[in-house]
């Protein structure tokens, strides 16, 4: 099918899946002038930030919370050079409540900087010196970032971006390059606070995929401070969906190609090259060949790897074998009368309830809530989604899968009921989804989500590049710098968009 000819546009592009990656960067691409064809094997675009219904209630798959829609932020800038409205949001605050094992109260995320800061004196006495270094490597890696740094660098013009991102602000965070949380803890007489550790264990691991122990400084230092003004987490009017709707919106009416429900089986490269793009109609079952100029993969590298076939750098493919087993998420959406819903409840929730074991071990639940009015249930009911880490093998290697699936769907009701009133008649609809859900419907390696962990050796200057070893292949989401989150993947998507128009015109 060579049914979209280039005509007058710049270069042809295929874009291998319409996530918030993919979409952004196939919307920005179509904005300045190129032809772009995304394709998608799910039946609804947005993958891991997607919403589905069922009866009358409306569940964001994955992500519920969203960063950089603040003036300067990234999604609000995408948005304006796409010159369509960004969605209607509410700020979250606090971004997130914290109950730490056998407490209470909880630790509440304030998005006030002066309010947070008495939170958390108040809760772990004794930390400020730790936090303060948190915020001035926060400030200076903020402003780094705003200059779209190029990371890792891996062609002279890349580091020429990064160069220039460079400011005598940055230099202070260069010492802290090397190190992780617990250092910096240690550093400060802090390694044996349990509980701020657990803590920071809890937020940590939502953004880096890892314990603050492994964590990078300079990562958590964004992790940590990005819920308070000027910048904050919000609550999307709607769904999730509304973020991918508009931007498959400018991407179509800049005359770019969506087809959903299309699988892309293989990545062709010639001489080095990538020049086509193995696309399968799922309804027809028509095989072809797409050429393209460029071909950028939103896919996680392990896929990517998996798209190259036999093409793939040897190097490149040990790289990605050695990487330690990433997370997957156990989700469990609920429909509930608002009876449920204890009075006041903030809208992000998190709980740990034993801390003896790493957190990732189906231990913690991060759990987010529908306010009235927001567009996911109908009047007088609301929808809670409450998610953890798991590894996804043993989902892989069971022989009574929906066994497994029913045990983890009562044990996370069950420790729900601890704090919502969870029984039959408050109860309107249960759904769960594995690590298997995940592969099928967002076809991620193994049902792998969020990245490929902020250690040392895989965040920033030593991640994956965007920049594959393959020429005119670009890597876009979640497995590169900044790492996951809709804010993250367009930033990723963003820097491959400079990339190619670079590029192009060199
Ligand atoms: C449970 C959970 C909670 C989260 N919470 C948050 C949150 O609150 N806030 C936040 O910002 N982030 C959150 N995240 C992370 C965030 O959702 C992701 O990091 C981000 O959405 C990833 O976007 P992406 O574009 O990289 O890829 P994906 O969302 O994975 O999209 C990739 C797309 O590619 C398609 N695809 C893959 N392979 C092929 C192929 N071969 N052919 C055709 N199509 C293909 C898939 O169908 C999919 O649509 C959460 C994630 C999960 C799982």
């Given at each position: 099918m060579s049914s979209h000819p280039l005509g007058n546009k710049k270069s042809r592009i295929i874009v291998i899946g319409a996530g918030i990656g993919g979409l952004t960067a196939g919307a920005l691409l179509a904005r300045r002038g190129h032809s772009v064809l995304i394709v998608d094997q799910a039946l609804v675009p947005g993958g891991c930030a997607s919403s589905f219904r069922r009866q009358d209630f409306i569940f964001d798959v994955g992500a519920t919370q969203v960063a950089g829609l603040e003036p300067g932020g990234i999604h609000h800038r995408i948005f304006s050079e796409l010159d369509i409205d960004l969605p209607q949001a509410t700020l979250c605050d606090p971004a997130c409540a914290v109950y730490l094992p056998g407490e209470t109260t909880?630790?509440?995320?304030?998005?006030?900087?002066?309010?947070?800061?008495?939170?958390?004196?108040?809760?772990?006495?004794?930390?400020?010196?730790?936090?303060?270094?948190?915020?001035?490597?926060?400030?200076?890696?903020?402003?780094?970032?705003?200059?779209?740094?190029?990371?890792?660098?891996?062609?002279?013009?890349?580091?020429?971006?990064?160069?220039?991102?460079?400011?005598?602000?940055?230099?202070?965070?260069?010492?802290?390059?090397?190190?992780?949380?617990?250092?910096?803890?240690?550093?400060?007489?802090?390694?044996?606070?349990?509980?701020?550790?657990?803590?920071?264990?809890?937020?940590?691991?939502?953004?880096?995929?890892?314990?603050?122990?492994?964590?990078?400084?300079?990562?958590?230092?964004?992790?940590?401070?990005?819920?308070?003004?000027?910048?904050?987490?919000?609550h999307l009017q709607g769904s999730m969906q509304v973020l991918s709707d508009r931007l498959v919106q400018a991407l179509k009416r800049d005359g770019g190609q969506l087809l959903m429900r299309h699988t892309a089986e293989q990545i062709q490269v010639e001489n080095g090259k990538a020049t086509a793009v193995v696309i399968r109609d799922q309804k027809t079952k028509k095989v072809w060949i797409e050429p393209a100029d460029q071909v950028i993969a939103n896919v996680t590298v392990q896929n990517l790897v998996q798209l190259l076939g036999d093409k793939v750098p040897r190097g490149y493919k040990r790289r990605v074998q050695k990487l330690p087993t990433p997370s997957s998420a156990f989700v469990v959406y609920l429909g509930v009368d608002e009876s449920a819903i204890p009075a006041q409840c903030p809208p992000h929730l998190q709980f740990l309830y034993d801390a003896s074991g790493p957190i990732g071990e189906n231990n913690s639940l991060f759990v987010s809530v529908s306010r009235p009015g927001d567009g996911r249930a109908p009047t007088k009911k609301a929808t809670i989604i409450a998610s953890s880490f798991v590894d996804p093998h043993q989902w892989w290697c069971t022989e009574d899968y929906q066994g497994l699936k029913k045990k983890y769907t009562e044990d996370a009701i069950a420790r729900l009921a601890q704090f919502f009133y969870l029984k039959p008649e408050?109860?309107?609809?249960?759904?769960?989804?594995?690590?298997?859900?995940?592969?099928?419907?967002?076809?991620?390696?193994?049902?792998?989500?969020?990245?490929?962990?902020?250690?040392?050796?895989?965040?920033?200057?030593?991640?994956?590049?965007?920049?594959?070893?393959?020429?005119?292949?670009?890597?876009?989401?979640?497995?590169?710098?900044?790492?996951?989150?809709?804010?993250?993947?367009?930033?990723?998507?963003?820097?491959?968009?400079?990339?190619?128009?670079?590029?192009?015109?060199?």
């Amino acid at each position: 099918m060579s049914s979209h000819p280039l005509g007058n546009k710049k270069s042809r592009i295929i874009v291998i899946g319409a996530g918030i990656g993919g979409l952004t960067a196939g919307a920005l691409l179509a904005r300045r002038g190129h032809s772009v064809l995304i394709v998608d094997q799910a039946l609804v675009p947005g993958g891991c930030a997607s919403s589905f219904r069922r009866q009358d209630f409306i569940f964001d798959v994955g992500a519920t919370q969203v960063a950089g829609l603040e003036p300067g932020g990234i999604h609000h800038r995408i948005f304006s050079e796409l010159d369509i409205d960004l969605p209607q949001a509410t700020l979250c605050d606090p971004a997130c409540a914290v109950y730490l094992p056998g407490e209470t109260t909880p630790v509440n995320v304030w998005s006030e900087p002066q309010k947070w800061q008495q939170e958390r004196q108040r809760q772990f006495p004794g930390s400020e010196p730790f936090w303060q270094l948190i915020a001035a490597l926060f400030q200076a890696s903020w402003e780094f970032q705003k200059r779209n740094p190029v990371l890792p660098p891996r062609h002279l013009w890349d580091f020429l971006q990064l160069m220039k991102a460079i400011r005598p602000d940055t230099l202070i965070t260069i010492p802290y390059t090397l190190l992780t949380v617990g250092d910096a803890l240690r550093i400060y007489g802090l390694a044996k606070d349990r509980r701020l550790r657990t803590f920071l264990d809890l937020q940590l691991k939502l953004y880096s995929q890892v314990s603050a122990q492994e964590t990078a400084l300079l990562y958590a230092a964004t992790a940590l401070s990005i819920s308070q003004k000027p910048q904050g987490l919000f609550h999307l009017q709607g769904s999730m969906q509304v973020l991918s709707d508009r931007l498959v919106q400018a991407l179509k009416r800049d005359g770019g190609q969506l087809l959903m429900r299309h699988t892309a089986e293989q990545i062709q490269v010639e001489n080095g090259k990538a020049t086509a793009v193995v696309i399968r109609d799922q309804k027809t079952k028509k095989v072809w060949i797409e050429p393209a100029d460029q071909v950028i993969a939103n896919v996680t590298v392990q896929n990517l790897v998996q798209l190259l076939g036999d093409k793939v750098p040897r190097g490149y493919k040990r790289r990605v074998q050695k990487l330690p087993t990433p997370s997957s998420a156990f989700v469990v959406y609920l429909g509930v009368d608002e009876s449920a819903i204890p009075a006041q409840c903030p809208p992000h929730l998190q709980f740990l309830y034993d801390a003896s074991g790493p957190i990732g071990e189906n231990n913690s639940l991060f759990v987010s809530v529908s306010r009235p009015g927001d567009g996911r249930a109908p009047t007088k009911k609301a929808t809670i989604i409450a998610s953890s880490f798991v590894d996804p093998h043993q989902w892989w290697c069971t022989e009574d899968y929906q066994g497994l699936k029913k045990k983890y769907t009562e044990d996370a009701i069950a420790r729900l009921a601890q704090f919502f009133y969870l029984k039959p008649e408050t109860i309107i609809h249960v759904e769960a989804a594995t690590p298997r859900t995940f592969a099928r419907y967002t076809a991620r390696y193994q049902g792998i989500v969020g990245g490929i962990g902020q250690r040392i050796s895989t965040f920033g200057p030593f991640g994956f590049a965007n920049r594959t070893p393959i020429k005119h292949l670009w890597l876009v989401g979640d497995s590169t710098h900044p790492g996951e989150g809709t804010a993250g993947v367009s930033y990723s998507a963003l820097t491959v968009v400079r990339q190619i128009e670079a590029q192009l015109y060199s």
